[in-house]
């Protein structure tokens, strides 16, 4: 499988503060995306990067893609305590997107 | 955006007894659905990809017999647990693909289901 795998695992930061999380996967991919999910919610569709692409943004957040090391990372510029929440990537080829296990992100106000 | 409305958002039911969750696609039609099972802190894992008008395609380790699968149009699949137990509490998600924006994929809210 191209199972997307996060690190770190969690991340406690302050307010204010940056987080960057990082996503490896395996196989080739037609694109990566990233989703964010509150406890017990939803996913909610953050920003999608395609495999020809390197770098991405999307407001706060800025993606990029490094094909040839298989990973990525999503940055959360100036974190809000409203970032508190898992972040997933997930990466689609020609099957279904299949997710990493996420990074739960605490921002202490 | 294309949205994908899952029902009911919560079911409770008692072990035993059979639960029919809906996945419809609202604004797209989507020939391939896909369910999603995620269990409390852990991540989405596929349970099976159905395609309109033929039979679901199951990942290892997932009963057919035991989580249903019908896709009988472009816009709706249901996912029926049967004889459902305490075990299969968890929360299910649903994902339609559409063929004409270069096949993305679109999420439903979830369904949470409790089996007491």
């Known amino acids: 499988s191209q199972q997307g795998e996060e690190d770190p695992q969690a991340l406690s930061i302050q307010e204010g503060e940056n987080a960057t999380m990082n996503c490896s996967y395996k196989?080739?991919?037609?694109?990566l995306q990233w989703y964010r999910q509150n406890s017990g919610r939803g996913l909610v569709h953050l920003i999608l990067?395609?495999?020809?692409?390197r770098e991405k943004h999307s407001g706060r957040l800025r993606v990029t893609l490094d094909t040839s090391k298989k990973s990525s990372s999503l940055l959360i510029t100036a974190s809000r305590a409203a970032d508190t929440a898992s972040y997933f990537c997930?990466?689609?080829?020609?099957?279904?997107?299949?997710f990493g296990k996420g990074t739960r992100l605490s921002v202490i106000a | 955006g294309a949205v994908v409305s899952q029902h009911p958002s919560r079911v409770i039911c008692k072990s035993g007894t059979s639960v029919k969750i809906e996945c419809r696609s609202l604004?797209?039609?989507?020939?391939?659905m896909f369910w999603y099972r995620q269990f409390p802190k852990k991540s989405l894992m596929l349970m099976a990809t159905?395609?309109?008008?033929?039979?679901?395609?199951?990942e290892q380790g997932v009963e057919k017999d035991k989580f249903l699968i019908n896709h009988a149009s472009l816009t709706l699949s249901t996912l029926t647990v049967t004889s459902a137990h305490p075990e299969d509490s968890s929360f299910y998600i649903c994902s339609a693909r559409d063929r004409v924006a270069n096949y993305e994929q679109y999420f439903g809210p979830g369904t949470r289901l409790t089996v007491t």
């Open positions: 159905s395609n309109e008008g033929s039979k679901a395609t199951y």
């Open positions: 990067i395609r495999s020809n692409e």
């Open positions: 997930a990466t689609s080829g020609n099957t279904p997107l299949v």
């Open positions: 196989t080739s991919i037609n694109n």
């Open positions: 604004d797209f039609q989507a020939t391939t």
